[in-house]
C-alpha cells in the first residue's frame, strides 16, 4: 500500500475517533518545511476532497527569524498542490529566545519558550483571518515521546491531546496525525519525492527529546511491540489503572482523610457537598459551571471518615499565594473536631509542599476566631461576598 493511503487512513480513523474536523471548519495547517507538516499539508489537501466534510485549509508559516530561514520551497510545495502559502512576521521569537539562553545560560534555545511563543503567534494569525482551528503535525511517535519525557522529567503521566480549546484564544488546536507513524511520513516524503527542508533551529538534534528518541528506539528493537503497546495504553481508558484513585491522605487513626477529586463522581459529590452547605445551609447561589472552571486550576479534596464523605475543602494559586477555598462540612458532621483537624492537616500540607509561602483564605465574619486558632492574622477591611460579611486571613510560612 502506498504511503499515502496509510496516511489518509490515519487520518480517517483520528477524525471519527477524537472528532477533529466539522462542518465550516476553517484551519490553519502550522507549515515549518519539515517532513512532517509536509506531509500533514498534503495529506489534508486530498482529504478534504474525499471526506464529505466541509471544511477548508490553510498553511502558515511562521518567519521565526532564524538564521537561513528561506520561503522559496515552501511557496513551490504549496502551489503544486493547488494552496497558497502565508508567511507571518515572528522574528522577535528568535530574538526573545537568544535572551533568554544566555540569561538561563543554557546549552541551546529554550524550547518550551519558543513552543509557547510558536503557538501565540499562530493563534494570532488565526484569529486574524477569522479560522477557527489549528492543525499540528504531531504523530504517534511524538505522543510516546513526550509520554515517556513527561515521566521522567515530570512526575506525571501525560503527553498531548487529540485536540484541545484555548479558551482566551478561541481557537482549537486539532492533531490529525495523531495514529500516523513516523516511518510512514518517511515512506511518503520518498513515495511523493517531496523537497524536505533541513530545520532552522540551532538545536534541532539537540535536545532532550533526541535523548529520548533513541532511548525509546533501543526500547522498541528489544520488543518489537512495544511502540503498539505504547499507543493503544494511550486510549485504553478502559485498563486505566494508577495510584491516584486509592489516595486517602490520613489525617488521624479515626480514619478521617482527605481524598483527591480524581473522578466524575467525586466532582459530583463535590458540587452535592456544596449546594447543601452554601445553597441550602446559607442561602448562597453558586453555579455547577465552578467545578469545571476555577477547578481546573484548584487541588481539591474530599473529606473522608471512614466510608462516608463529610465535607470538601480546595486550594489554589492565585497572584502569588495559595488560597484555601470552599471549606465546606456536612451539618451532622459540624462542631465535632473534624474541621480544625482538615484545616490545619491541609495548612501543613500545603506548607511542606512550597515553603516558604504564603497562605490565605477570605473568612466569613463569624468564624474569624476559629482561623485565628489555626494562626491566621486578619488583613484589611471587612467586604461583601455573596451578600455574607468575610475578611482576609494570611499564614506566613517561612
Not at 217 to 222: H, K
Not at 290 to 303: A, D
Request: net charge neutral; glycine share 6%.
Amino acid at each position: 500500500m502506498k504511503a499515502i493511503r496509510t496516511l489518509l487512513a490515519c487520518i480517517r480513523k483520528a477524525d471519527q475517533t477524537y472528532n477533529l474536523i466539522n462542518h465550516g471548519d476553517k484551519i490553519i495547517i502550522g507549515l515549518s518545511g519539515g517532513k512532517d507538516s509536509l506531509a500533514l499539508c498534503y495529506a489534508l489537501n486530498l482529504y478534504q476532497k474525499f471526506s464529505h466534510t466541509d471544511f477548508v485549509i490553510q498553511p502558515v508559516t511562521l518567519d521565526l527569524g532564524f538564521p537561513g530561514f528561506n520561503r522559496k520551497p515552501l511557496d513551490e510545495f504549496c502551489e503544486s498542490i493547488g494552496l497558497k502559502l502565508i508567511v507571518h512576521d515572528s522574528k522577535e521569537v528568535y530574538e526573545i529566545l537568544s535572551i533568554q539562553q544566555e540569561k538561563q545560560k543554557l546549552n541551546h534555545l529554550p524550547c518550551s519558550i519558543c513552543s509557547r511563543m510558536k503557538k501565540a503567534a499562530i493563534n494570532k494569525v488565526a484569529n486574524e483571518l477569522g479560522f477557527n482551528k489549528v492543525a499540528f503535525a504531531h504523530h504517534s511517535d511524538d505522543a510516546i515521546e513526550t509520554l515517556l519525557m513527561n515521566e521522567i522529567y515530570g512526575s506525571r503521566i501525560a503527553t498531548f491531546s487529540p485536540k484541545m480549546h484555548l479558551e482566551n484564544a478561541n481557537i482549537d488546536f486539532i492533531r490529525p496525525f495523531l495514529l500516523v507513524k513516523e516511518k510512514d511520513i518517511k515512506r511518503f516524503v520518498k513515495e511523493e519525492n517531496i523537497n524536505v527542508m533541513g530545520s532552522s533551529c540551532p538545536a534541532d538534534k539537540k535536545t532532550t527529546r533526541e535523548d529520548i528518541k533513541i532511548l525509546l528506539n533501543n526500547i522498541y528493537n528489544q520488543f518489537p511491540k512495544a511502540k503498539e503497546s505504547f499507543l493503544t495504553m494511550l486510549s485504553n481508558y478502559q485498563q486505566f489503572d494508577l495510584w491516584g484513585e486509592e489516595i486517602y491522605l490520613q489525617i488521624n487513626q479515626e480514619g478521617l482523610c482527605l481524598k483527591p477529586v480524581t473522578t466524575p463522581l467525586d466532582e459530583w459529590h463535590v458540587v452535592n457537598i456544596r449546594q447543601k452547605v452554601f445553597g441550602d445551609g446559607q442561602n448562597i447561589a453558586f453555579s455547577d459551571n465552578e467545578v469545571f472552571e476555577e477547578e481546573k486550576e484548584s487541588t481539591t479534596y474530599l473529606i473522608t471518615l471512614k466510608k462516608d464523605i463529610i465535607g470538601t475543602i480546595r486550594y489554589r494559586f492565585v497572584n502569588g499565594e495559595y488560597k484555601i477555598e470552599r471549606f465546606a462540612i456536612l451539618k451532622e458532621y459540624q462542631n465535632k473536631g473534624y474541621g480544625k483537624l482538615v484545616f490545619n492537616f491541609l495548612v501543613e500540607l500545603i506548607g511542606r509542599q512550597f515553603n516558604p509561602c504564603t497562605i490565605t483564605l477570605n473568612s466569613q465574619e463569624y468564624i474569624i476566631d476559629f482561623y485565628k486558632k489555626c494562626g491566621f492574622e486578619p488583613v484589611g477591611d471587612i467586604f461583601q461576598e455573596a451578600g455574607i460579611n468575610h475578611i482576609k486571613m494570611i499564614k506566613i510560612i517561612k
